[in-house]
């Protein structure tokens, strides 16, 4: 289990959410949380590839500061729905856009996760399927207005409000969340 593996390890996660390190928490690891301040612009369109690179780069941000023995976790959360990709909305208005644009349709999440440890990277993603239920414009208003969506990719929380949007998945729950157990599990699998 991955609290075995990590038992004897220096933990650092790259991140400043609140949701990735409750995740943490929640599988019985002890992380310190460094935020990696990186540039996390959208250089590409292929998802896969931008979660990929953001999460080493969070990584790599933090291995440059830190002693070669810490293991150091980055990850990074896009919405990928007809080509393009969402992000963390800009305004309460682009929330909004972001919402119209996925009620009554599915889209895909996708999450990296990289370590970086012993002067190696090591790194993959996760891909969940999302389908969402058709919103009215009074609840989309209505979410907004919770703050919730603003900080979150895509504008939705599956863990909190935005959970009443979502009609089925396919695929790792906690990748929608903001960090995918299982894939990280797997990597660590490898390199332990």
């Given at each position: 289990m991955i609290h075995n593996l990590l038992k004897d390890k220096e933990i650092i996660l790259a991140s400043a959410s609140p949701r990735r390190?409750?995740?943490?928490?929640?599988?019985?690891?002890?992380?310190?949380?460094?935020?990696?301040?990186?540039?996390?612009?959208?250089?590409?369109?292929?998802?896969?590839?931008?979660?990929?690179?953001h999460a080493e780069n969070k990584a790599l941000a933090i291995r440059k500061i830190v002693d070669n023995d810490y293991l150091i976790v980055g990850s990074d959360t896009v919405v990928y729905q007809d080509s393009d990709i969402l992000e963390k909305p800009e305004s309460k208005l682009h929330a909004a856009e972001f919402l119209t644009r996925l009620s009554g349709t599915y889209h895909y999440v996708y999450t990296g996760v990289a370590i970086s440890y012993k002067n190696q990277i090591y790194s993959g993603y996760e891909k969940t399927k999302v389908i969402f239920r058709n919103l009215?414009?009074?609840?989309?208003?209505?979410?907004?207005?919770?703050?919730?969506?603003?900080?979150?990719?895509?504008?939705?929380?599956?863990?909190?409000?935005?959970?009443?949007?979502?009609?089925?998945?396919?695929?790792?729950?906690?990748?929608?969340?903001g960090f995918p157990v299982y894939r990280f599990y797997k990597l660590l699998e490898e390199i332990l």
């Open positions: 390190k409750e995740i943490f928490k929640m599988i019985g690891i002890k992380a310190l949380q460094m935020p990696a301040h990186i540039d996390e612009d959208n250089f590409c369109n292929n998802p896969r590839k931008l979660v990929i690179t009215s414009a009074y609840e989309i208003e209505e979410y907004i207005n919770t703050k919730e969506p603003m900080d979150k990719a895509g504008a939705y929380g599956i863990q909190g409000m935005g959970s009443q949007f979502v009609k089925k998945i396919s695929g790792c729950y906690f990748n929608v969340m």
